[in-house]
């Protein structure tokens, strides 16, 4: 079946901007994870939904940052006011459940240029 | 907080030949999983292979095997039989078993050169 998607695959912003960056999960999915993956920070967890429900939003880096998940399906990360510190490669896992050990499956990650 | 050290930045090997990449973690954890992602130029992070920590067997998949040894918190990847399409960054990653959130914590990565 199909995998994880994400879109768009490049986005290219002016500072101060807002964007957003959407994941579609596999299908049956109802974990869902953010990463930020970044030359000076490496890979760093951002948020995990449950469902709709986001039980650990502690790796988002600051209040500029949120995101939201309907329909137990598609999610948006959004930022706000963006900064160049905040240009990064977003990756997006999905798995069946969000029990312990089960697999993440990967989508091909938004890069994200601040300019 | 569980911790993940990847030392090696970079590592080269010769078609054919084996290689071997490291990585040692740190956690008060005594039950977790243990996994090895490849990220291609492509960026799609894919699953190698993992590791249940209660299993003392390690996990073997087709040219892929780990060296497991808990008490020293240590997981390096095992390539056999390198080819031109292991190319890639490897990370090691570390999962909590207790708890609902599964988040993975990532090492550094390591960039494999694989010659012809």
């Known amino acids: 079946g199909a995998g994880v998607s994400q879109s768009p695959s490049n986005k290219v912003t002016e500072k101060g901007k807002d964007v957003e960056l959407r994941c579609d999960p596999i299908s049956g999915h109802t974990a869902l994870y953010w990463y930020r993956q970044s030359l000076g920070q490496g890979l760093e967890f951002l948020i995990y939904f449950q469902g709709n429900s986001a039980p650990d939003k502690s790796g988002l880096p600051s209040d500029r940052f949120s995101a939201e998940r309907t329909g137990g399906s598609v999610s948006t990360l959004t930022i706000q006011r963006t900064q160049q510190e905040d240009s990064a490669v977003y990756l997006c896992?999905?798995?069946?459940?969000?029990?312990?050990?089960?697999?993440?499956?990967f989508g091909p990650g938004t890069r994200l240029t601040v300019l | 907080a569980q911790t993940v050290t990847q030392s090696q930045p970079e590592m080269s090997v010769q078609e054919a030949e084996t290689v071997t990449l490291s990585c040692t973690y740190d956690?008060?954890?005594?039950?977790?999983?243990l996994f090895w992602y490849k990220q291609p130029p492509s960026r799609q992070m894919i699953l190698v292979i993992r590791q249940e920590a209660y299993k003392q067997q390690n996990a073997t998949e087709n040219r892929f095997s780990v060296n497991f040894q808990k008490a020293a918190k240590s997981f390096s990847l095992k390539i056999s039989d390198s080819q031109l399409g292991d190319t890639a960054m490897y990370f090691c990653a570390f999962m909590k078993r207790a708890g609902a959130n599964s988040k993975l914590t990532f090492g550094k990565g390591i960039t494999l050169s694989v010659r012809p």
């Open positions: 896992a999905s798995s069946w459940r969000s029990l312990q050990g089960d697999t993440q499956y």
């Open positions: 956690t008060s954890e005594n039950n977790y999983y």
